[in-house]
T-cell receptor
Framework: EDQVTQSPEALRLQEGESSSLNCSYT??????LFWYRQDPGKGPEFLFT???AGEEKEKERLKATLTKKESFLHITAPKPEDSATYLC???????????FGQGTRLTINP | DADVTQTPRNRITKTGKRIMLECSQT?????MYWYRQDPGLGLRLIYY???????NKGEISDGYSVSRQAQAKFSLSLESAIPNQTALYFC????????????FGPGTRLTVL
């Protein structure tokens, strides 16, 4: 069974304090790994798709990386507006659905 | 205007009532999805549709039904609501061709008393 585990469940940082969020996955052939950002009371907002080990993508202060077993979302010099829950999801080859992790709730204090 | 809209945004109902949640999209995507989100459980797939004639059950379809009225509209119904269906419900869309990215609506917060 395809599974996604995100850690930590919650992370509190000071503004400017860089860190990483982890997404570990087991899947029967990876078609894609997705990162989303979700603000309270809103729908998930797409950030990145990664397709193969070694791939990296960046957007502003965020950088996503992928290995054969996990993905990291690195956040560099975060600002309070980066506070949100970050969701990771995988899609297996030949599958139509996404399997989501429980998310990491990130809080950036000014 | 938002690409994916959901109505209502909030709904409080009683056990046994029939409820319909609606989703509309202007992205021109073929594929539409319904998810529910519960604290600590992440997002789980209820139903998905590839076009108006192709509807498929997800991992938690019991107690739910759907209707794809048009390419742009996908409705989720709870025939007889029960308290454990209290959750956030999200509609998502994606185009058939790669990339496989799904785009989510703003959600409906449903409370069943």
């Amino acid at each position: 069974e395809d599974q996604v585990t995100q850690s930590p469940e919650a992370l509190r940082l000071q503004e400017g304090e860089s860190s990483s969020l982890n997404c570990s996955y087991t899947v029967s052939g990876l078609r894609g790994l997705f990162w989303y950002r979700q603000d309270p009371g809103k729908g998930p907002e797409f950030l990145f798709t990664l397709y193969s080990a070694g791939e990296e993508k960046e957007k502003e202060r965020l950088k996503a990386t992928l290995t054969k077993k996990e993905s990291f979302l690195h956040i560099t010099a975060p600002k309070p507006e980066d506070s949100a829950t970050y969701l990771c999801a995988v899609q297996a080859s030949g599958a139509q659905k996404l399997v989501f992790g429980q998310g990491t709730r990130l809080t950036i204090n000014p | 205007d938002a690409d994916v809209t959901q109505t209502p945004r909030n709904r409080i109902t009683k056990t046994g009532k029939r409820i319909m949640l609606e989703c509309s999209q202007t992205k021109g995507h073929d594929r539409m999805y319904w998810y529910r989100q519960d604290p600590g459980l992440g997002l789980r797939l209820i139903y998905y549709s590839f076009d108006v004639k192709d509807i498929n059950k997800g991992e938690i379809s019991d107690g739910y039904s759907v209707s794809r009225q048009a390419q742009a509209k996908f409705s989720l119904s709870l025939e007889s609501a029960i308290p454990n269906q209290t959750a956030l419900y999200f509609c998502a869309t994606r185009r058939a061709e790669s990339p496989d990215t799904q785009y989510f609506g703003p959600g409906t917060r449903l409370t069943v008393l």
